[in-house]
């Protein structure tokens, strides 16, 4: 399941993963790294810095990014995650989920990517689940933060 917070930590990972050999270098080479990794991501998520002679890293993963990568997981996983998918059933499962309008084909890709679905909870139980969810959190929430909260689970 498509979730900004996991996106956004993988990246994160992967970011630090890629950069950490740029603390032993010298700064130069560090800043060259920096540039390498986001050219990579085509964002600025790196930078090396030098503090008290020591050279420091500072990692930001822009929200553009993460956004990037969860619009590909959400046409990677519609539906199915092998089946082919148009631009049309995304942006018809997008519109009727940020709209809160469940219908069985969103209830059914929610569910599919859920962790619930691993855990041994019914579909039937998961959809009513949802829908009690959205009505405790339409008091204090948006749908689109109501909708990130629901693909979290």
């Not at 080479?29 to 050279?55: K, W």
Request: proline share 3%.
């Amino acid at each position: 399941m498509a979730c900004r917070t996991k996106i956004k930590q993988n990246v994160e990972r992967k970011v630090t993963n890629l950069s950490e050999p740029g603390l032993t270098m010298s700064l130069q080479n560090a800043q060259v790294l920096a540039t390498d990794i986001n050219m990579m991501y085509n964002h600025h998520v790196v930078a090396f810095n030098n503090v008290d002679n020591q050279v420091s890293r500072v990692i930001n993963i822009p929200s553009e990014l993460v956004d990037k990568y969860y619009d590909i997981e959400i046409k990677r996983n519609i539906i199915s995650p092998n089946a082919p998918v148009s631009n049309k059933e995304v942006d018809k499962l997008n519109a009727d989920l940020n709209s809160l309008n469940l219908t069985s084909d969103v209830i059914n890709y929610l569910y599919t990517n859920s962790r619930s679905k691993s855990m041994g909870v019914s579909l039937n139980t998961y959809s009513k689940e949802v829908q009690k969810l959205i009505g405790n959190l339409q008091v204090d929430f948006t749908n689109q933060e109501i909708v990130e909260k629901i693909k979290c689970l």
